[in-house]
């Protein structure tokens, strides 16, 4: 049974770090992707950033900077360190693995607010 599961969101200050991370088990084949994307209220889910074979990076123009994605092949694991937090960074953050061949898995998603 495949399982994704995200740790690491909560509540920081504006101008504060947060550190996202993602595992992902279960999983019997090659991972082509693992990424990021975050659902504010009443918008529709965006892309933050992925990482593609392990090397290439894609982010959102609004993180570019600021947000870095980071994984580890081996574990299965995919990290986002955000960085000068802004209150429009305030989603819940979802962790997508890509699988060829297979629907894509998500996280159940953990909530990040950025707030004075």
């Known amino acids: 049974q495949v399982q994704v599961v995200e740790s690491g969101g909560g509540l920081v200050q504006p101008g504060g770090s947060l550190r996202l991370s993602c595992a992902a088990s279960g999983i019997k084949r090659n991972i082509y992707a693992m990424g990021w994307y975050r659902q504010a209220p009443g918008k529709q889910r965006e892309l933050v950033a992925q990482?593609?074979?392990?090397?290439?990076?894609n982010y959102a123009d609004s993180v570019k900077g600021r947000f870095t994605i980071s994984r580890d092949n081996a574990k299965n694991t995919v990290s986002l360190q955000m960085n000068s937090l802004k209150p429009e960074d305030t989603a819940v953050y979802y962790c997508y693995v890509s699988v060829p061949g297979f629907p894509g898995y998500w996280g159940q998603g953990t909530q990040v607010t950025v707030s004075s």
């Open positions: 990482i593609i074979s392990g090397v290439s990076t």
